[in-house]
């Protein structure tokens, strides 16, 4: 019988990697998807039509029950989020709704389903290096004291402890996946990465002049969303839920990403295509993450296998080929 897996936030970045991941081992997969007309569900349709599309919303209990009663998942993986950090002050009560409530939701419609046993669905949330916040402890790892910097951050929180409260609570096989930044090609061009990447390509091409950012030295550990899905997947394959660093241990600001994305067309001074701008800085800055994923290296045989560079490569030259049309128009 093939294996059943749910997943909430299948039109973002990381729910397409996953979705196919799920397929290609031969799950029979279930995305939810939210909102009346979704442009973004002919996205996913074409990505992965195999995947069987279910509305709902993560602030609407009773679509994730019904959800639960059509999709009957094996495995629930729970990607949605309002994931920007930049956007949660100025829409701080929604994202605590979305992005915190929203696990709990998601955890109690499982508990109601699955009530006569409780381990029968396994759980995945979706949590984030961001709880870190003002870092108490270089490199971060599982034990790290959380302070969260952003209402995106305080949300995650939120749902990272009900995680662990319901896996504690009532033997729920319920994992948190602690998933410091992850890019790729698809990312959304509202995070930096694809931002610089989408300009860089569109300044080699002649059809943009300059790229306006905020804070430049901020520092990340960025890997690869296609590793990160793979991790997702390796932990509700356990015998037992637990919580799980995943990263690749280097971190680099956001100006060494500025450096590695315009060498890769070729120039190697970009100060004049860069400016500054106050409005994309951020009310508090988390100023440097690096996590220590020894855990899921030791416990879940997972490693990274894309380098810093070669990452940025990838989505510069995805971008270049993608922008290159407009420019021959
Ligand atoms: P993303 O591209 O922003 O995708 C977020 C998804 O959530 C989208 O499918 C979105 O649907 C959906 N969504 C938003 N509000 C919803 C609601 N009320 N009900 C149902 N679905 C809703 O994010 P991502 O990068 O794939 O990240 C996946 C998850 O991992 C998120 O929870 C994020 O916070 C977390 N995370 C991400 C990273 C990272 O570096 N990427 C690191 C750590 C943790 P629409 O398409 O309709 O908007
Ligand atoms: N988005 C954005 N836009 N960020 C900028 C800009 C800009 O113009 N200029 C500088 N930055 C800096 C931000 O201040 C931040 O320090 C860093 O670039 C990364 O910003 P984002 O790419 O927006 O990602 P994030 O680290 O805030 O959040 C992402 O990673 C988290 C995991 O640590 C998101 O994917 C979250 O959902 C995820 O939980």
């Known amino acids: 019988m093939a294996k059943r897996a749910l997943i909430t936030g299948v039109t973002g970045q990381d729910g397409m990697y996953l979705s196919r991941l799920l397929i290609d081992k031969g799950y029979e997969v279930f995305g939810l998807v939210r909102g009346q007309n979704n442009p973004k569900r002919a996205v996913i349709e074409r990505w992965a039509p195999e995947v069987t599309i279910l509305t709902g919303d993560l602030l ?24 920007f950090v930049g956007y949660s002050w100025e829409n701080a009560h929604l994202t605590s ?11 109690e419609a499982i508990r109601l389903y699955s009530a006569d046993d409780p381990g029968r669905v396994r759980f995945y949330q979706a949590s984030s290096s961001e709880m870190f916040g003002r870092v108490q402890e270089v490199p971060q790892r599982e034990s790290t004291l959380l302070w969260p910097r952003s209402p995106y951050g305080v949300a995650k929180v939120f749902g990272h402890y009900m995680t662990i ?13 602690i998933l410091f930044n992850h890019e790729s090609p698809l990312r959304g061009p509202e995070f930096v990465t694809r931002k610089i990447s989408l300009a860089v390509a569109r300044i080699s091409l002649g059809l943009q002049d300059v790229i306006t950012l905020g804070n430049l030295d901020a520092k990340r550990d960025w890997g690869f969303a ?5 991790a997702m997947w390796r932990m509700l394959q356990q015998d037992e839920g637990d919580d799980y660093v995943i990263s ?19 120039i190697e001074e970009w100060d004049r295509y860069v400016v500054q701008d106050p409005a994309f800085m951020r009310p508090a800055e988390v100023d440097l993450l690096i996590g220590d ?4 290296r030791d ?4 490693t990274p296998t894309m380098s810093f560079e070669q990452l940025v490569g990838a989505m510069v030259d995805a971008d270049v080929a993608l922008e290159q049309p407009r420019a021959a128009a």
């Open 60 to 83: 609407d209990p009773s679509s994730l029950h019904r959800a639960l009663l059509t999709a009957q998942p094996d495995e629930v993986y729970n990607l949605a989020a309002i994931s």
């Open 165 to 177: 409260n319901y896996r504690e609570s009532y033997g729920m096989h319920a994992s948190s996946g």
């Open 248 to 266: 690749t241990g280097e971190t680099h600001s956001v100006r060494e990403f500025l450096d590695a994305a315009f060498a890769r067309v070729g």
């Open 97 to 107: 709704q979305v992005t915190g409530n929203g696990v709990l939701n998601m955890l």
């Open 226 to 230: 296609g590793d990160y899905v793979d």
């Open 293 to 296: 994923s020894s855990k899921a």
């Open 299 to 302: 416990v879940l045989g997972w």
